[in-house]
């Protein structure tokens, strides 16, 4: 690395399309600028309140490119010089929390060291895909992605990928998406494992199919189309059917602010990632309403809309 730190990548947040995703629903991820990450050298002046990954760790993460392959796309032999002097990743994304740490170390790692990097997104997100596989045994590679070009980016209904601009706040409104934290934290690939065990049952592979897919399908249609009135209302039926169909995905600290929230319809609870703890997404169109029926948790609202 030519210089003491690499550019600053932000977090993520994704709106819609946890575990749909997988079997080919639409998705909108957005980057999230509370918590950000970069590699820098381990000095004196380093910021002491953040997490550190070792240099242990990136050696164990450099491991892992030199036995898939990455030889041909990323520079491994300046990277094991770096990290020998001393390279560290300094991030603030709390671990396990759905806030895409992982997919911030890929997009640092890809940026500072990618021999040939492209613009293309479909190339860029199959790169990110096998470089994060090594966190979660299997990647979208949307998490890097999102980080890399601090974009928001859709998935369409084809697969087909794009960068989206995002509906402007209204600041008048009471209406809004918030994050609450559970204060667990919650491990993506065994509940991906879950998920995926699961759905090789008919009838869940049904629900998913007939009734989740739609419902996320038409709230990522309705908010980029600026109708939240029923961006609530999908919500609600995602929130209700993860309820019903997704119990390891609900940590036991917020089952029962989740339960009140869809039987008092001042909010609706959803996964934030691949839950099982860490963030939630809220949203609401009663905002301080929520803030304070929600009171004894950390409440972050995310935007009015």
């Given at each position: 690395m030519t210089v003491e730190k690499s550019r600053s990548f932000k977090s993520k947040i994704l709106l819609f399309g946890e575990y749909t995703l997988i079997k080919g629903s639409m998705a909108l991820s957005i980057p999230f600028g509370k918590y950000s990450g970069q590699l820098l050298f381990d000095t004196e002046s380093r910021n002491h309140q953040s997490n550190h990954y070792s240099v242990a760790y990136l050696l164990d993460y450099l491991h892992f490119l030199m036995e898939s392959g990455f030889e041909d796309y990323i520079d491994l032999d300046i990277l094991k010089k770096d990290i020998e002097q001393g390279l560290i990743f300094e991030t603030n994304i709390p671990i396990s929390y759905g806030l895409g740490s992982s997919g911030v170390i890929v997009a640092s790692v890809y940026d500072t060291y990618a021999f040939n990097k492209t613009d293309d997104l479909d190339e860029l997100k199959h790169?990110?895909?096998?470089?994060?596989?090594?966190?979660?045994?299997?990647?979208?590679?949307?998490?890097?992605?999102?980080?890399?070009?601090?974009?928001?980016?859709?998935?369409?209904?084809?697969?087909?990928?794009?960068?989206?601009?995002?509906?402007?706040?209204?600041?008048?409104?009471?209406?809004?998406?918030?994050?609450?934290?559970?204060?667990?934290?919650?491990?993506?690939?065994?509940?991906?494992?879950?998920?995926?065990?699961?759905?090789?049952?008919?009838?869940?592979?049904?629900?998913?199919?007939?009734?989740?897919?739609?419902?996320?399908?038409?709230?990522?249609?309705?908010?980029?189309?600026?109708?939240?009135?029923?961006?609530?209302?999908?919500?609600?039926?995602?929130?209700?059917?993860?309820?019903?169909?997704?119990?390891?995905?609900?940590?036991?600290?917020?089952?029962?602010?989740?339960?009140?929230?869809?039987?008092?319809?001042?909010?609706?609870?959803?996964l934030c990632g691949s839950g099982g703890g860490g963030m939630m997404l809220g949203f609401t169109s009663k905002l301080e309403e929520s803030r304070q029926a929600l009171r004894d948790f950390d409440f972050y609202e995310l935007m009015s809309i």
């Open positions: 790169i990110f895909s096998k470089m994060e596989s090594c966190y979660h045994g299997k990647s979208s590679g949307l998490d890097p992605l999102v980080s890399y070009l601090n974009k928001a980016i859709l998935i369409n209904e084809k697969g087909d990928l794009t960068t989206v601009v995002l509906p402007k706040e209204n600041e008048d409104s009471n209406s809004g998406i918030f994050l609450i934290d559970t204060k667990t934290v919650g491990e993506t690939q065994p509940l991906v494992s879950w998920f995926l065990k699961e759905f090789e049952k008919g009838s869940f592979m049904r629900k998913i199919q007939d009734i989740l897919i739609p419902a996320n399908n038409k709230c990522i249609k309705h908010y980029l189309w600026v109708n939240f009135n029923n961006v609530i209302k999908d919500v609600k039926a995602i929130s209700r059917f993860t309820l019903e169909n997704f119990s390891p995905m609900i940590p036991d600290p917020i089952l029962g602010i989740w339960e009140n929230g869809l039987s008092s319809d001042d909010y609706y609870l959803k």
